[in-house]
Structure formats: C-alpha cells, structure tokens
C-alpha cells in the first residue's frame, strides 16, 4: 500500500465541518467508572487535567465500558502478554473549551484566517471543537496497549505528542513495527464497534458525532454530559 504524504492524510480525516451538520438525539444513558480492576487505567501525566476534578477517576458511558471489556477480550485472544490500557475517558466541557481557546491562540498568532471556520479546521486537528467534542459526551476513549511488565509497546510516537505528526495513524514516518501495532489496537477497538480518528492514533469513540460521521448513522445519540452530574455518579459510587 503506498504510503500517503501528512497532507494527503490530513484531507481524509474527519472534519469540523462534517460533525457540526450531525443530529444528536441523547439516550440518557448514565455514566460510570472504569473498574482499574477490569481495565488497567490511569491518567497520563501528559493529559492530566480530569485527574483533581474525579479524584483520579475515568468515567464513561455504561455501554462505552462493556465494550472495553469486550476489547480486552479480543485481545488477550490475539496475544496473551498483551493488555489495554485506559489513559482518558470523560472530560467535561469547562476544560475542553479552554484548551481549544489556548490552542486556537497559538494557532492564530502564526496564521491568518479570513474564515473562522477555517481556523476551528486547523485547530479541531490538534482538540476538537468544543461543540462537537466527543470526550464531553462520555463516549469517546484514549487507550494504548501495553505488555506482561506494564510497558507501553512501541507505537512510533508517545502519547499525547502533537510536536510532530506522528500521531496520525498512517504516518508515513513511523516503523512497519509501530504501525502494525496501532493496527491492532484499532483492529481490536473497532471490532466492538468503535470508530477511530485517523489524526489520533489513541483515539476512539462510540455514540457520539464522529462515531455516527464515521459510520453514517443518522444521528449521535451521546450528547455533551455536564460536569455536574458527572460528579454525582463518582461520589455516589
């Protein structure tokens, strides 16, 4: 398969404005924590910013964990030494926005743009537009695999590194090794239904507007949770 330029990847990857036009009906469905006991789990040191507001907790969506585990499943299956790791779930609308605005920021100061819209483009490639996040729906996950000693396996780029384009799943700069192992990461998330984001190599989401874009579902049925409520079911457990 001929390797595409960082470009040429970037033009397939789901857009701004594909996900602004997608309906969003949600399901009420509640959200809960990720068992460490079932998924190994914990925050990155890289994307901290969730960890103070649920005392170390990751939250998702009830169906969202079931499908981890079915995940997990499939991957032990595939290789017995090898485990998922859990690295970010829910975050709340508060602190998305606020990295969009420090992000756009950056942006804008090396770049002009006479469309707003142009702008949310380049920056919804680095954190996605508040509005049509999917982490603030409860519904959208960071993962890696790691190995029998706790290691993260070589994906060809760190977590969470957006210095370089690396991040994309099919970068044209990374080992045959590196990209293997993404792809069985994304075999195994998508297998349960999940929908990648090919600018995100840790990325995946289910039932919110980039899962119903990348699946052509008629509508997104995980809506923005606010922070609130999401409190509540961490203490209440």
Sequence with gaps: MKK???????????????????????????????DPAVIKNGYSPEMPDMTSVLDNKIVFRKTVIRMLKAA???LRRMNKNYSLHV???????????????????????????????????????LIAVPT????????????????????????????YDFTSKNCYVFSPNITKRALNNRLLLRTCM??????????????????DREW???YQKSLAFYDQVHIAQVIKCVKDK
Excluded: C
């Design 4 to 34: 595409l330029t960082t470009r040429q990847l970037e033009d397939t990857m789901i857009r701004y404005r594909d996900l602004i036009h997608v309906p969003v009906a949600d399901s009420g469905e509640p959200m809960t924590i990720m």
């Design 72 to 74: 997990q499943k499939r």
């Design 87 to 125: 690295t970010y779930g829910y975050r709340s609308l508060e602190i998305q926005t606020n990295i969009f605005r420090t992000i756009a920021s950056r942006v804008v100061k090396k770049q002009f743009f006479s469309d707003p819209v142009d702008l949310y483009e380049e920056v919804h490639r």
């Design 132 to 159: 049509v996040a999917g982490h603030p729906t409860g519904g959208a996950v960071d993962i890696v695999i790691i190995n029998s000693s706790g290691t993260f396996i070589d994906f060809g780029s760190p977590l």
């Design 190 to 207: 998508m297998a349960v239904g999940f929908a990648p984001f090919d600018g995100e190599w840790w990325h995946f989401s289910y039932g």
């Design 212 to 214: 119903a874009y990348y």
